[in-house]
T-cell receptor, first 114, second 114 residues
Framework: DADVTQTPRNRITKTGKRIMLECSQT?????MYWYRQDPGLGLRLIYY???????NKGEISDGYSVSRQAQAKFSLSLESAIPNQTALYFC?????????????FGPGTRLTVL | KQEVTQIPAALSVPEGENLVLNCSFT??????LQWFRQDPGKGLTSLLL?????REQTSGRLNASLDKSSGRSTLYIAASQPGDSATYLC?????????????FGKGTKLSVKP
């Protein structure tokens, strides 16, 4: 079984809809991240969380919100989806205890906003 | 603001050739540097992580070097195979490492021809 899972893997929605992307991990890591990937722009950090009570904005947080429901679960919400939020979304985890902060990524969610 | 650049953007080589992928970053105050592989439509697989105090890391046919003072890293792939075809991403972890903000390059798309 994959250590970092994301649901759904693909989603098509319409402008103005609320969407939630979910991430779960079985690695026991304390840190979790949400990135988006756009052609020509690379990956950019949306939000990150260092533990259940910690939420931090990344480079491009506008239009997004997150919830860390448990150590193993980190959800990303688009309150009112717009077409320029069409992208590939990745969840990642890392373990503070190793002091390496090596990040491990999920398989991604392809989101299309019409 | 940290910027990461990868050159070339795309590379096509015949099978068996040794090759080098380049990564440069503008701020030498990094915590570590990670190389990833991304297959089409898939997530990112961590290949190598080099801590800021290290000069290189090796895994199988892969060798990554780091010259922090000049802001450069290279990924050397020996005896390339068609299965190495993928996009290779370089990412640096900024500052003290506690912020968790990986800054990505846009990647080098590698094609190894049989």
């Amino acid at each position: 079984d994959a250590d970092v899972t994301q649901t759904p893997r693909n989603r098509i929605t319409k402008t103005g809809k609320r969407i939630m992307l979910e991430c779960s991990q079985t690695k026991g890591h304390d840190r979790m991240y949400w990135y988006r990937q756009d052609p020509g722009l690379g990956l950019r950090l949306i939000y990150y969380s260092f533990d259940v009570k910690d939420i931090n904005k990344g480079e491009i947080s506008d239009g997004y919100s997150v919830s860390r429901q448990a150590q193993a679960k980190f959800s990303l919400s688009l309150e009112s989806a717009i077409p320029n939020q069409t992208a590939l979304y990745f969840c990642a985890t890392s373990d503070l205890r190793t002091r390496l902060n090596e990040q491990f990524f999920g398989p991604g969610t392809r989101l299309t906003v019409l | 603001k940290q910027e990461v650049t990868q050159i070339p953007a795309a590379l096509s080589v015949p099978e068996g050739e040794n090759l080098v992928l380049n990564c440069s970053f503008t701020d030498s105050a990094i915590y570590n540097l990670q190389w990833f592989r991304q297959d089409p439509g898939k997530g990112l697989t961590s290949l190598l992580l080099i801590q800021s105090s290290q000069r290189e890391q090796t895994s199988g046919r892969l060798n990554a070097s780091l010259d922090k003072s000049s802001g450069r890293s290279t990924l050397y792939i020996a005896a390339s195979q068609p299965g190495d075809s993928a996009t290779y991403l370089c990412a640096v972890l900024d500052g003290g490492g506690s912020q968790g903000n990986l800054i990505f390059g846009k990647g080098t798309k590698l094609s190894v021809k049989p």
